[in-house]
């Protein structure tokens, strides 16, 4: 089973910015896509943003268009979230995730997950 090892979570004020990285094993991140899950609080797990395999693709929640922007580098086998203009409501433990199917994201699924990293945004 793929071991997905998220970091960069933190503290952060309002209005700035974060980078979040997850790293996977050579082999497996080759054919898989990846993307990030979040959890608030009290709430249900959302997506919110999945990139293909290639990188040709990327999807994003609508509370993280504009502002995040998701990327792999297929030689370091790693995917990063670039956080930008953070609000306390991004607040939220983030997953990483990772499936062979990319539609999956978007329905809310992955069949491999991280352990989650925290980020808090304060006001």
């Known amino acids: 089973q793929a071991q997905l090892v998220e970091s960069g979570g933190g503290l952060v004020q309002a209005g700035g910015s974060l980078r979040l990285s997850c790293a996977t094993s050579?082999?497996?991140?080759?054919?898989?896509?990846m993307g990030w899950f979040r959890q608030a609080p009290g709430k249900e797990r959302e997506f919110v943003a999945a990139i293909s395999y290639s990188g040709g693709r990327t999807y994003y929640a609508d509370s993280a268009k504009g502002r995040f922007t998701i990327s792999r580098d297929n030689v370091k086998s790693t995917v990063s979230l670039q956080m930008n203009s953070l609000k306390p409501e991004d607040t939220a433990v983030y997953y990483c995730a990772a499936d062979q199917v990319l539609s999956r994201f978007e329905e809310g699924r992955a069949n491999y997950w991280g352990q989650g990293t925290q980020v808090t945004v304060s006001s």
């Open positions: 050579k082999l497996f991140f080759a054919i898989y896509a």
